[in-house]
């Protein structure tokens, strides 16, 4: 019998039971989608992650101490804070050879205030070179300059997500606002950034001179800073990485080089893509759970529909059938299930993913690869667990069929 003959006889049998053929499918559709989707949502998440880090600015090392040592987790409970200091920032910027830009980062929270309007928002500490690292531009006003950090001037540039909560349509520039009761002038507006990885917005910040928020915000015995540093080139960055990491054991004789942490984005990025892929992969793999059941149920019904279909078999084995046709008849009915249920499935898990993509706002892909995984699995599993009914149906004894009732 032709290859042709046996893909029409199986599409006819298939037919012939709408309904269960599509419940069989079900477990299929289901598992492909499940897997399609939360490939997708994988995949953004890690595209969201690399923005990120690629928002942050240009060849960028990030500089602090590593408070998960022993020795920095004693000096926090003494009261002693942060290892280093505004001096190390300095000698990084002048000494370190490959080195762009650097600023000192403060991070604390308050309680902002302009008339009747009240914000919660993060507050940094920074020194001009920030908003270069950073690339950091206005939408309104200036950014700080040299001459208010250095007279520690009470004055600050602000988000997007601040100015609209506090002013609504007003704008912004020039004018006075309170943070934690200490007046502040507004002499910026910065361009909206949007959320980052973590789902924290990023135009929530007030950002203001390193000098002030140390003297008028931050407790001196509390004070935890970290350093951002701009290398000159992306090839020499891991060159002034070391080189700042060997200037800091210089400055604080007697401390290792556990105590310090030198990243770059490429150190942030590998362990940002290693979580992203070990959660892609594990929500995968539970999704596969629903393939394996679904590959369960073809087998199921694939056996219910041999021992309905016994004396059909006999017939036709009786004129001229060999086992081999009736084992690809049923092996073809199983891939056939499994075919049109992965791209019923890719269909549903596409639709998915743009849901999912439009209610949480991220950038969701469905990559082809994980199209072409999905009905590799699919033809898989309806081989797989289609071989055992096929097999049976094959070996029937011909007599025993025609005589079945």
């Not at 897997?35 to 969201?48: E, Q, R, Y």
């Not at 020795?71 to 490959?98: K, P, S």
């Not at 920030?130 to 007279?151: A, K, P, W, Y």
């Not at 979580?275 to 369960?296: C, E």
Request: proline share 1%; with cysteine.
């Amino acid at each position: 019998m032709s290859l042709i003959n046996i893909f029409r006889i199986a599409l006819r049998s298939l037919a012939r039971n709408k309904m269960r053929t599509f419940l069989t499918m079900l477990g299929i559709i289901i598992g492909v989608a499940a897997v399609i989707t939360m490939l997708a949502i994988g995949h953004g998440a890690k595209k969201i992650v690399d923005d990120q880090i690629n928002s942050m600015g240009t060849n960028v090392i990030i500089v602090s101490s590593n408070f998960s040592s022993s020795r920095n987790q004693a000096r926090a409970e003494a009261g002693t804070g942060n290892l280093i200091e505004i001096e190390d920032v300095d000698a990084i910027r002048n000494q370190v050879d490959g080195v762009l830009y650097a600023t000192p980062v403060y991070n604390t929270w308050g309680q902002l205030k302009y008339e009747g309007q009240n914000w919660r928002s993060g507050i940094q500490g920074v020194d001009v070179d920030f908003f270069s690292i950073r690339d950091m531009q206005t939408s309104s006003g200036e950014v700080l300059n040299s001459t208010q950090v250095s007279n520690s001037m009470k004055v600050c540039v602000i988000g997007q997500t601040v100015a609209t909560n506090l002013f609504g349509d007003i704008d912004p520039v020039d004018k006075i606002i309170r943070i934690r009761n200490t007046p502040f002038k507004v002499v910026g507006v910065l361009k909206a950034k949007g959320q980052n990885s973590m789902g924290m917005d990023q135009d929530d910040t007030v950002i203001a001179p390193y000098t002030t928020v140390y003297t008028r915000l931050l407790g001196n015995r509390w004070r935890v800073m970290m350093v951002l540093v701009s290398a000159e080139s992306k090839d020499r960055i891991h060159m002034v990485q070391q080189d700042i990491l060997d200037l800091l054991l210089n400055r604080h004789r007697g401390t290792t080089s556990e105590e310090f942490m030198v990243r770059t984005q490429t150190d942030i990025a590998q362990a940002a893509d290693s979580v992203s892929n070990t959660m892609t992969i594990l929500l995968a793999s539970i999704a596969s759970i629903s393939l394996l059941v679904g590959g369960i149920g073809i087998m199921n019904i694939m056996l219910v529909s041999v021992t309905e279909r016994i004396k059909e078999i006999g017939i036709r084995m009786a004129v001229g059938a060999r086992k081999r046709d009736v084992l690809l008849q049923f092996v073809i009915e199983a891939v056939m299930i499994s075919i049109f249920g992965g791209l019923l499935g890719i269909g549903l898990g596409t639709g998915a993913a743009r849901i999912v993509a439009q209610s949480m706002k991220w950038s969701i892909a469905v990559t082809p690869w994980s199209v072409i995984l999905s009905v590799v699995f699919s033809v898989a599993i309806g081989i797989f667990f289609g071989w055992y009914p096929a097999r049976k149906a094959a070996n029937l004894n011909l007599i025993d069929a025609l005589r079945y009732e």
